[in-house]
């Protein structure tokens, strides 16, 4: 059984990730170190660059947006040795690579659906590489633990 703290963080994380402006892909982050937040980050443009989505079509915005873990490590703008880190969704192999350099010790994230791993399968399995590999443990969230998602 997870502990409400894990609850409150990935909580936390489906809120953040709400503040993206994404219409398909909202993805929030929370870095912690003990029971305390760090830092927080959401996917999307940086500051100051206009993030409409009828001038940039969909390659554009790619190459343009933040991921929700690279904005949480960069708003920390601190040492994150020995943190862990609660994401919405699986990290990316370039975003896995940002968070084993940073010393983040651990990484949360809930289980993924099928739809979602039929997608991304591929970069999910070089990501958890990197984490075993590396020695930064992963901790699935179980679905049936965490509470329905809120309309925020």
Known sequence: MISKWAIRFYQMAELVGSWSKDPSTQVGAVITQGNRIVSVGFNGYPHGISDSLDTDDRKIKLLKTLHAEENAILFAKRDLINCHIWV????CPSCAAKIIQTGISQVYFPEQDEDFLSRWEDKIKISA???HQSGVTVTLLPLSELPAKRNI
């Open 88 to 91: 919405t969704h699986f990290a």
């Open 129 to 131: 590489g990197m984490f």
